[in-house]
């Protein structure tokens, strides 16, 4: 099975954690890599702005980072895929704008990051498939 390592910087609301665990852990088995780990770090608006400015110069919170553990197209996929960096600040306010809960934002948010890390990205229309598909998928789970 795979694994999921989570580390929380900033207060989560309980249940969260496992619930973001076991949908991951059945997403990566769905996806057909269930003997991969990765990681997830739920932290706050000023630790995901540090680490944007950090790696892409940029000055400004987000919803979600991915630091992948190889380079996309590389032949040899390592058994940890990487790691996922989610604002709990920024997806408690996504979540509110869109209605839903913070459950279901984390869920979207580190489906959208892992598929980053498999390699993906959302280049162009047709890239959005994928992302859209995996969203959808991880909220069944």
Known sequence: MAQVNLVVHTPAPRGLGSQ???????LLADLGHPDKTLTI???????????KRQHWGEDAPTDVLSFPTYEP???FMPAHLGD?????????????????????EVKVL??????????????SEADWEGFQRVQARILEL
Request: hydrophobic share 40%.
């Open 20 to 26: 973001l665990r076991k949908a991951v852990q059945g």
């Open 84 to 104: 996922i960096v989610i604002s709990l600040d920024t997806a408690r306010r996504q979540a509110a704008e869109q209605g839903h809960s913070l459950v279901q």
């Open 41 to 51: 770090v739920l932290t706050d608006d000023q630790e995901i702005r540090a680490l």
């Open 110 to 123: 580190a489906a959208h990051s892992l598929w980053h890390l498999l390699g993906h990205d959302h280049d």
């Open 73 to 75: 197209g590389d032949p």
